[in-house]
């Protein structure tokens, strides 16, 4: 049975979740528009443009990738088919931007990006 204790607890990390994904929202919105608004100085005003419409379009293509169908999670269902398609989108977007990210850093690591960089500049 559980005490007292542990419901305070549940409300306390609710509440830090709340705070977390607030910040990771902000963080988010200011990383995006940030580049946008100082890309006129760099010429670099499209590639902005380009990172956002390819996010938009990946969350797009994962939410109707995602699964609708009922899950039964420790004696309870979930049925209702947004929340479980959102859930599975934002799964599917996180895996599929980790790849991403990993094959960009290996790229970056193996020194192929300083020979593209010479031959473009030559």
């Known amino acids: 049975m559980a005490d007292a204790g542990s419901f305070v607890l549940a409300e306390v990390m609710l509440w830090l979740m709340y705070i977390a994904i607030a910040a990771t929202l902000v963080v988010t919105a200011v990383s995006a528009i940030r580049p946008l608004l100082i890309a006129p100085q ?4 499209n590639r902005g443009w380009l990172v956002i419409g390819l996010t938009v379009v990946l969350l797009l293509v994962t939410y109707f990738l995602g699964s609708d169908q009922p899950l039964n999670i420790n004696g309870a269902v979930y049925r209702d088919a947004f929340w479980l398609k959102v859930t599975d989108m934002l799964l599917l ?3 599929i931007l980790i790849v991403i990210a990993v094959g960009f850093v290996c790229f970056g ?5 300083r020979k593209f960089r010479l031959k473009i500049k030559h």
Not at 42 to 45: E, I, T
Not at 109 to 113: D, E, I, N, Y
């Open 42 to 45: 760099r010429n670099a005003g």
């Open 93 to 95: 977007s996180v895996l």
């Open 109 to 113: 690591a193996s020194g192929l990006s």
